[in-house]
């Protein structure tokens, strides 16, 4: 019994600090959205779409504090693999020149 009610007051703990992320997260939302509005408007209703969409991928009109974070993870991961596929490039080029220059083929 005493490891249900512990079990219990687990969740009920757990259920308490989502709800207050999710409310923290709300508003946070809401002063992001005022100060936008305060703003010039920098970007185009349909680039607004495409960070809604990235940002809420199970398509249900909401996003919630995961979605978020992992939006926010995806974006860092693209960028990174985007600067590594630029170096390797640039490597590629590299490489090929000094293939060039050398008078060396590759079968």
């Known amino acids: 019994l005493r490891k ?5 007051h687990l969740q009920n703990t757990e259920d308490r600090r989502k709800k207050i992320w999710d409310e923290r ?3 946070a939302e809401k002063a992001a959205l005022v100060e936008q509005s305060k703003q010039e408007a920098s970007f185009s209703k349909e680039e607004l779409i495409a960070v809604i969409k990235f940002m809420d991928p199970n398509g249900d009109d909401s996003i919630n504090l995961e979605e978020f974070i992992q939006a926010f993870r995806r974006a860092r991961r693209a960028r990174a693999s985007s600067r590594v596929q630029a170096s390797g490039l640039e490597l590629m080029l590299e490489l090929e020149q000094f293939l060039l220059d050398e008078n060396i083929s590759v079968i």
Do not use: L, Q, S
């Not at 249900?4 to 219990?8: C, R, V």
């Open 4 to 8: 249900a009610e512990g079990e219990i």
């Open 25 to 27: 997260f709300r508003e």
